[in-house]
């Protein structure tokens, strides 16, 4: 018994591996191994179903489990950058004015004598043909809506061919209202002008 009290003490006072240093198995002696059948009167502290004892009958325990803390978090570095893709280049910049080298237009007065619409070629291909059609889409009682007024057509002569098609003043005048010029390279619509006539 007054080793059973010496090992509570033990237990209390010191931490279980300065237990089991100082109070080794005697010989001969059986102790209790936690979660098994009762074989002895006393129960070794830091014993359990998997524990082993030596020759001499000292507790053997499992090497202890190692607990891995990082000295940092881990660094993130700059995502590298994402390429844009490149913008495809349009086939034709077409601008359209009252004037052959006018400056670009949107909107003209219903007196004008004439339209111009000048094209340019970045990406074609000699022979390629280009085709310009005139629509009134909006123009009231005049036409009905959606109506084709002329259409035109040339071919390309390089790849970054150039030219002009010209919209006469009707004899009557131009009807007010919405308009919209498509231009074609082949079957392609590669470009659409909208543009207004106005009362002057």
């Known amino acids: 018994m007054r080793g059973y009290f010496a090992l509570i003490a033990s237990i209390v006072i010191g931490s279980s591996a300065w237990a089991d240093a100082m109070m080794p198995l005697a010989k001969g002696a059986t102790w209790l191994y936690k979660g098994t059948q009762e074989f002895g009167e006393g129960v070794h502290p830091s014993a359990d179903a998997n524990s082993k004892f030596d020759a001499d009958g000292k507790l053997r325990l499992p090497p202890p489990k190692a607990n891995l803390e990082l000295a940092e ?39 004008t004598p004439e339209l111009y619409l000048r094209w340019q070629g970045e990406t074609l291909n000699p022979g390629d043909k280009i085709r310009c059609v005139w629509i009134a889409e909006d123009v009231g009682d005049a036409a009905p809506a959606n109506y084709q007024v002329n259409e035109a057509s040339t071919k390309a002569s390089e790849t970054r061919g150039f030219g002009t098609f010209t919209l006469s003043r ?14 074609y390279v082949g079957d392609r619509l590669a470009e659409t002008i909208k543009f207004t006539i106005q009362k002057p």
């Not at 280049?89 to 003209?108: H, I, P, R, Y």
């Not at 009707?170 to 231009?183: D, F, H, L, M, S």
């Open 170 to 183: 009707p004899v009557k005048g131009w009807p007010t209202g919405q308009y919209r010029a498509e231009i």
């Open 73 to 111: 978090l881990p660094q993130i570095g700059e995502q590298p950058a994402i390429a844009a893709t490149p913008v495809e280049k349009k086939m034709l910049t077409v601008v359209l004015a009252s004037e052959l080298t006018g400056e670009t237009q949107t909107s003209f007065p219903s007196d």
